[in-house]
């Protein structure tokens, strides 16, 4: 299969880890729960790990390549105050700031 479209995934955070097995077909991931998180390519897309924490995904139909790296990413989206989760190579997050300390 030539792969025509690509969409890298990051994962950040402590212990965040990603595999994969079957030839790219099934895709494993380690995001703090007590469980792995699985997901299942579509019959046209690919999964690639080149670290623990960069996931590439990719196919010959750019919808169904967005589509599933978008499920991937709803399964933990980063978050506003640390910036943990799983993120597109690309995305940049405006951290929000945290509390702030009363002065007396």
């Known amino acids: 299969m030539e792969s025509k479209f690509f969409r890298f995934l990051k994962l950040v955070g402590v212990g965040f880890k990603a595999r994969t ?9 380690k995001l703090g729960y007590s469980h792995e998180v699985q997901f299942t390519a579509p019959p046209t897309v690919r999964v690639f790990c080149f670290k623990p924490n960069i996931i590439c995904c990719t196919g010959i139909d750019k919808h169904r390549v967005h589509h599933f790296a978008g499920a991937v990413r709803s399964s933990k989206p980063p978050e506003v105050y640390k910036g943990k989760g799983i993120l597109y190579i690309d995305e940049v997050i405006k951290l929000k700031p945290g509390k702030k300390q009363q002065k007396k």
């Open 21 to 29: 097995e079957q030839g790219g077909r099934e895709l494993f991931l």
